[in-house]
């Protein structure tokens, strides 16, 4: 990324935590993300976007760490201030939009509602706002659409009307909390491709939230590989794809099934369980589920490393000469 263009979202060492009968989650542990104006980054996380608007779950708290939205400092903001920023400059999308609507209302008031509350003007003038807001994404017939509740519409329907709200008030940063889980492939290429189309005409920032790299690859200009809590490998998306360092990120590639893969053979899978976040380990939290570890993995944590915009925590990055070339040729002795 530049460093000339208007940066939407800056995290720096972001530590959250969640407290839960007496045990504290690390659910999200130093975590350091920037991006600009008309770029999107796409990341693993749900809890790092909740932190970004300050919706945490009961116990959950900002431990550490800072969250700038347009420069301004969100961790020092109180409930009014918060409440003037989510809708207005930060908009997010979540995974289901059933459970994003209200079944009692009409969607048309439901848009025009998020416009009343962050900008003046009559009912009348915030419905033909979400009328227009409706055309914008895509929905047939918006004026028609108006009265109709939730439950009248599809569910990719729905989830364009979730889009139509989050964008009424044009944000400069749009979350979108894996958008696409609850619609089948048809209707996720759909919303992806508005979601790409809205991002360029609004010069918004966008965070994609996804655990599908086949979306990141299509969608992100930028990603960032999380794990347990923590941002392990960061770089463009295309360098990233062609060239990983992380083994995490390798593992989760070489998990992927690709076209000449053999349907007799399985497909790789990560051996092990993720951390227990409550007792995080000491040294790299990959390092029990890493074929490369050594015991400096296992009691160390790893700093980022690597040069420019691609950076890495590990001590054996793929590709160096501690580490094999390929998880999945050790692990089944089938592919190189």
């Known amino acids: 990324m530049s460093g000339n263009a208007a940066v939407a979202l800056e995290i720096t060492d972001l530590r959250t935590r969640i407290e839960r009968g007496g045990r504290v989650v690390h659910a999200v542990d130093g975590v350091s993300l920037r991006i600009e104006a008309g770029q999107t980054l796409g990341c693993g996380k749900s809890m790092t976007a909740m932190s970004v608007l300050r919706l945490l779950p009961p116990g959950g708290r900002i431990a550490g760490g800072a969250i700038r939205v347009n420069g301004q400092d969100v961790v020092a903001m109180d409930d009014r201030q918060l409440r ?26 439901q848009i025009a509602e998020a416009v009343r509350t962050h900008r003046s003007g009559s009912w009348k003038q915030a419905m033909a706002r979400a009328e227009e807001m409706l055309g914008l994404v895509g929905m047939p017939t918006p004026r028609d659409r108006l009265g109709d509740y939730p439950h009248q519409l599809s569910g990719g329907l729905r989830q364009r009307v979730v889009v139509a709200m989050a964008l009424a008030c044009e944000p400069t940063l749009l979350i979108a909390d894996e958008p696409t889980t609850a619609l089948d492939v048809t209707v996720q290429a759909q919303i992806l491709r508005l979601l790409d189309r809205l991002k360029a005409e609004l010069n918004m920032a966008m965070l994609l939230i996804t655990h599908d790299l086949g979306v990141i690859a299509g969608h992100a200009d930028d990603v960032a590989v999380m794990y347990a809590g923590q941002v392990v490998e960061q770089a463009p998306t295309v360098e990233l794809f062609a060239d990983m360092h992380h083994p995490y990120t390798e593992a989760l590639l070489a998990s992927i099934p690709m076209v000449d893969h053999d349907p007799d053979e399985p497909l790789y899978s990560i051996p092990g369980l993720p951390p227990d976040l409550i007792h995080p380990p000491t040294g790299c939290r990959f390092a029990a589920r890493c074929r490369y570890a050594t015991d400096e993995c296992r009691t160390v944590q790893p700093d980022m490393a690597g040069s420019g915009a691609h950076r890495f925590a590990c001590f054996h990055p793929v590709g160096s000469p501690v580490a094999p070339s390929s998880p999945v040729a050790a692990a089944s002795g089938s592919r190189s």
């Open 84 to 109: 003037a920023l989510r809708g207005s400059q930060v908009a997010m999308v979540f995974q289901d939009p059933m459970t994003s609507l209200n079944p009692t209302m009409t969607i048309g008031r």
